[in-house]
């Protein structure tokens, strides 16, 4: 039988430590829609998402108001468009028609992002994948709930540096067609290496190829329980402290498996998987930055902020794995700087810069998230962050990401406000040596020498 | 049977338990435990309760009895059992 103190300490973690399932995704294939017509394309995955998704809000609702857990977003997440829009599409503008369907529909049923706005070229890109890079820039700037994410590399295919170099200049272009809104365009776009299929946490999140009809999936959260869990424990050895986090980590995981189930038995959808990230939000007391703080270090940043991570990153997913019958999707910190508070101070304090950022991705769950750099920034240099993260990636076998806004107008000092969740950031200070010989070079970096495992 | 577990958290006052097992059995559900303590003059109250012949929803139950506790000055959760079950069982 549960216990008042057993009820008492769920309930604690809901109410006052910020505990909740961050987002339940539904996972919708938009592969059946295709068609050589491009108004034929947008009504099939009109009715298509339409159908599919009819319940997703109320279904989260309900679940809400039945375990008394917060379900943050109810999102929804697509086959890549390139895919679905190559036979339609004869050019980028094309591809900006099936934003804007897909931005209607995310309204009309409710959800707050849809993602998939993608395209997949780890190796080269056809003419589709092409045009709707291309189209990236304008289908942000004419939507509000579409998320745009393109994976320019792999461990098993290297880096697709002619992908790398176009996505600086969409990047800038993103941020000069959203100009009036600080450049918002770019905090829903993301280039990753080695993107996972089954991701339900947005800007990246898109239903692979591999994934069926449709599928949920679940994104916990919980930043303040693991905070708090540590004050009890600020003097304890490495061996308490690593407890304390995969106990944790494993009660916050079992309420999104519960959600996920749920979810997946009244939608009648099949059930993905949870996905155990930690995910900050710019509310006080939702801070990864606060769990670094809590481990020992003044600010996020000092010495020592590589391997608390690491540690940190590693108990999480120990925990939750034996929480969930499933995991996936990225699984593990979320280092954000605008959507976290303690990362934005640490920027503020001089604490935390960005190759000291970098670092921390080789350790952590994604990549350069949500960095406000200055507008100045040229494309080539937003080529080579990217370059240089997507080989953190590959060589470790690893997702990696950037999310970077070079926020037009501004300098180092300045801020940019996006409200809500996606939160405000510095400006931060980029190394301003050049690198176009080097990412001017065409063609992909070839895959690493431990990718050749058959 | 769909157990519920219903906790109420404030400060004490006269007829807190009274108000509740009212509602709770005016809507056909079942007590099946209680367990109840005051420290430092705050009140904390968990209840195990069977909802499967009450005519009305979870949903419909958490609301009433959120209402009733705003009424005397007492938080009153109402979750499904699971939750619990999830998180501290294996």
């Known amino acids: 039988m549960i216990t008042r ?22 996972g919708i294939s938009l592969l059946d829609c295709m068609s050589g017509d491009l108004k034929t394309l947008c ?146 776009l993301v280039v990753f290496c080695n993107a996972p299929d089954d991701n339900p946490f947005m800007a990246g999140a898109f239903h692979g190829v591999t994934e069926g009809n449709s599928v949920i999936n679940v994104g916990v959260s919980g930043p303040g329980v693991v905070k708090h869990a540590l004050e009890a424990c600020r003097d304890a050895d490495f061996e308490v402290l690593c407890e304390t986090i995969k106990r944790t980590a494993f009660k916050i995981t079992r309420v999104g498996q519960l959600v996920a189930r749920e979810a997946s038995e009244r939608m009648g959808v099949p059930f993905g998987i949870v996905d155990l990230s930690l995910a900050p939000t710019p509310a006080v007391g939702d801070s990864v930055a606060d769990i670094l703080k809590e481990i020992g270090l003044e600010h996020p940043g000092a010495p020592g902020t590589t391997a608390a991570l690491a540690l940190l990153n590693d108990q999480v997913k120990k925990g939750g794995v034996m929480a969930s019958s499933y995991v996936g999707g990225l699984s593990g910190a979320f280092i954000p700087v605008s959507e976290d508070q303690g990362m934005i101070e640490a920027v503020e304090a001089g604490a935390l810069t960005l190759e000291k950022l970098e670092a921390m991705t080789c350790v952590c769950s994604v990549g350069l998230d949500m960095i406000a750099i200055p507008g100045s920034t040229s494309a080539e240099t937003i080529s080579g962050i990217i370059a240089d993260e997507m080989a953190l990636g590959m060589i470790n076998q690893k997702t990696t990401a950037v999310r970077l806004i070079p926020a037009e107008g501004k300098e180092v000092g300045d801020r940019v406000e996006f409200g809500g969740l996606l939160g405000h950031a510095p400006v931060m200070a980029v190394n301003s040596f050049g690198c176009e010989r080097f990412v001017n070079r065409k063609g992909r970096i070839p895959a690493p020498i431990h990718s050749f495992k058959n | 049977m769909q157990k519920t577990i219903i906790t109420v958290v404030g400060r004490d006052t006269v007829g807190i338990i009274a108000k509740v097992c009212t509602y709770l059995a005016g809507n056909e559900i079942n007590i099946l435990d209680i367990s109840q303590t005051i420290v430092d003059g705050f009140f904390n109250m968990m209840m195990i309760t069977d909802t499967s012949k009450s005519s009305k929803s979870i949903t419909e139950i958490r609301h009433e009895l959120h209402q009733i506790g705003e009424e005397i000055g007492v938080s009153i959760h109402t979750q499904h059992e699971d939750i619990f079950e999830m998180m501290h069982r294996i």
């Open chain 1, 43 to 188: 009504a099939n995955i009109r009715s298509k998402i339409l159908k599919e998704a009819e319940n997703l809000v109320p279904t989260g609702r309900e679940i809400e108001s039945l375990y008394g857990i917060p379900i943050v977003n109810k999102r929804i997440s697509v086959t890549p468009i390139a895919l679905v829009g190559g036979a339609a599409c004869r050019c980028p503008e094309d591809f900006v028609e099936i934003a804007k369907t897909l931005d209607e529909c995310a309204k009309t049923v409710h959800v707050n992002f849809i993602g998939g706005y993608s395209a997949l070229v780890s190796k080269a890109m056809t003419t589709a994948d092409e045009n709707l890079i291309r189209s990236i820039p304008r289908a942000l700037a004419l939507t509000d709930r579409v998320c745009s994410s393109v994976n320019v590399g792999s461990t098993k295919t290297g880096i697709n540096m002619d992908a790398v170099r176009l996505m600086g200049q969409m990047i800038k272009e993103a941020a000069r067609e959203t100009r009036d809104r600080d450049s918002l365009g770019c905090a829903k």
């Open chain 1, 5 to 26: 103190i057993e009820v008492n300490e769920t309930n604690k973690m809901i109410e006052h430590e910020n505990l909740d399932v961050r987002t339940i995704t539904l």
